[in-house]
């Protein structure tokens, strides 16, 4: 896609998203619908890496919200289920070299890439899913979140959507990563490349996350360094009524870069007995 045609479409969501009275317009209708189409074919992303930091293009998730004003409900037919609802569902999966197990589902607007394998999960409109990621079962990847290459969500894994406000940036999980049974991870939070989450991690922008693989204690929040190894622990905290214990994440240690991906995943499993 050129810059220009691009520039061109951006300028009309704006230009809509100020004024909804334009939404009649057949022409407006064609915009919105061309940009949602190239967000379901990953010519556009919600959010992207520019050198070191993470982009949100807000007026694409201005497009996706105004996609909903002008899409009415409707019928959609998928043998033995019926669904009524604004959105289609992808089923192109083949010509992506895509694989879907029965009652895995993807949203049209969501981008799936070459490889990804899809179990009986969910990915909603405005995700981006890069190439050989597997998201296993029950697995949800919520509206906007943006998930590297070759990461693994495991079982019940529930990534975070996220449209409104515009300016939000949505849930990253970074090339490689693994992440755990039943993890959950929300509100714009970032997990670095390579990072292995342990089963029941919940992330996020007000959990503390705490490097204690070193004598002084790190603290970090909202973002989950590279290669991390973590696991959820507890914290005392006072309150009105006493002290009580309150959710956290504990990085253990780091994968090494030394070995493979899946060797250094066994590895790391070994050493640090994490549970997936």
């Known amino acids: 896609m050129s810059i220009f045609e691009k520039k061109n479409m951006q300028e009309i969501i704006e230009k809509t998203w100020n004024d909804r009275n334009l939404l009649s317009q057949v022409d407006i209708q064609v915009t919105i619908r061309a940009v949602i189409d190239k967000l379901d074919k990953g010519e556009l992303r919600v959010a992207q890496l520019n050198s070191s930091e993470w982009i949100v293009n807000e007026w694409i998730k201005k497009a996706v919200i105004l996609y909903f004003s002008i899409q009415k409900l409707s019928l959609i037919e998928s043998n033995p289920f019926t669904f009524y609802d604004k959105i289609p569902l992808k089923n192109n999966f083949k010509e992506l070299g895509v694989r879907v197990v029965p009652n895995g589902i993807a949203r049209y607007g969501s981008y799936l890439a070459k490889g990804v394998i899809l179990m009986p999960g969910y990915v909603n409109i405005g995700a981006y899913v890069d190439e050989e990621t597997m998201i296993d079962t029950w697995a949800t990847v919520g509206s906007c979140a943006q998930i590297g290459k070759h990461v693994h969500l495991s079982g019940g894994v529930g990534i975070g959507g996220v449209l409104e406000p515009i300016q939000a940036l949505p849930v990253i999980v970074e ?22 989450l342990g089963a029941n991690v919940v992330l996020t922008q007000s959990t503390k996350i705490i490097d204690v693989s070193e004598e002084k204690q790190i603290e970090y929040k ?36 030394s070995t493979d991906r899946k060797t250094t995943l066994n590895e790391v499993l070994r050493e640090y007995n994490v549970s997936v």
Not at 226 to 243: C, D, H, L, N, W
């Open 175 to 196: 090339d490689n990563c693994f992440i755990g049974s039943r993890c959950i991870i929300v509100e714009g939070v970032r997990v670095g490349k390579g990072a292995v």
């Open 222 to 257: 909202g973002y989950v360094p590279e290669r991390s190894v973590v696991i959820p622990g507890s914290y005392t905290k006072k309150f009105p009524a006493g002290e009580f214990q309150v959710p956290c994440a504990l990085i253990i240690g780091k994968r090494k870069e």
